[in-house]
């Protein structure tokens, strides 16, 4: 089992950025591959990013790509995400998750395959 703990979330005007990390504790980190979820107010969950256990294969969603990049630190046990050029459509919470059953050099986009989730943090951006 792994615990999830997402930091960095905040207001931001539109244009502007900010960084997401998710911290990991519990089972080794590289166990898992892990994606960021967000989830506006009357949305559903949505995907945001991925990337598989090593950190070599990544995707994002057509909404964020060019903009948003997921990296991880496996010795430091963290996921990141940098959010650039933010757009007020970007406001919602945004969760960390694990997957534990993925190849070692793939990721899923469907939430229903992620085994562990953190308890969000909130990102608004204003116009």
């Known amino acids: 089992q792994v615990q999830l703990a997402e930091s960095g979330g905040g207001l931001v005007q539109a244009g502007g950025s900010l960084r997401l990390s998710c911290a990991a504790s519990?089972?080794?980190?590289?166990?898992?591959?892990m994606g960021w979820f967000r989830q506006a107010p009357g949305k559903e969950r949505e995907f945001v990013a991925a990337?598989?256990?090593?950190?070599?294969?990544?995707g994002y969603s057509d909404s964020v790509k060019g903009r948003f990049t997921i990296s991880r630190d496996n010795p430091k046990n963290t996921v990141n995400l940098q959010m650039d050029s933010l757009k007020p459509e970007d406001t919602a919470i945004y969760y960390c998750?694990?997957?534990?059953?993925?190849?070692?050099?793939?990721?899923?986009?469907?939430?229903?395959?992620?085994?562990?989730w953190g308890q969000g943090t909130q990102v608004t951006v204003s116009s």
């Open positions: 998750a694990a997957d534990r059953k993925s190849l070692s050099s793939t990721y899923v986009s469907d939430p229903a395959e992620y085994d562990y």
């Open positions: 990337i598989s256990r090593s950190g070599g294969r990544s």
């Open positions: 519990g089972r080794p980190f590289s166990s898992y591959a």
